[in-house]
């Protein structure tokens, strides 16, 4: 990981306790991307859906846009799970 993104995740997990959850989502994510192989990609994907989104979903207190949440729920559907899945644009 870059170095600026190790100072932030330093300074949120020492300072800002909130943080933490979103953190490891993102570390999560980073991790996602350097699969090659498919099976290990819809594998994650799916781990990474239930544990960050579906457990937000359900609690009702997601900050995940619509869109957002719809283009992943699509491919992992289809299981489409390309490196770039989490990526919104």
């Given amino acids: 990981m870059e170095p ?3 100072l ?3 300074f949120c997990l020492n300072e800002i306790n909130e943080a933490v959850p979103q953190v490891k989502f993102y ?3 980073k991790e996602y991307e350097k699969l090659d192989n498919e099976e290990d990609r819809l594998c994650r994907s ?3 859906y ?14 995940f846009s619509k869109q957002a949440v719809e ?3 699509s491919h992992l ?11 919104v644009r």
């Fill in 71 to 73: 283009h992943v729920q």
């Fill in 77 to 87: 559907s289809k299981k489409q799970v390309t490196s770039t899945l989490f990526q």
């Fill in 8 to 10: 932030f995740k330093d």
């Fill in 4 to 6: 600026g993104f190790l």
């Fill in 50 to 63: 239930d544990a960050y989104i579906m457990k937000e979903l359900l609690s009702c207190s997601h900050p």
């Fill in 27 to 29: 570390e999560e994510i």
């Fill in 46 to 48: 799916r781990q990474i």
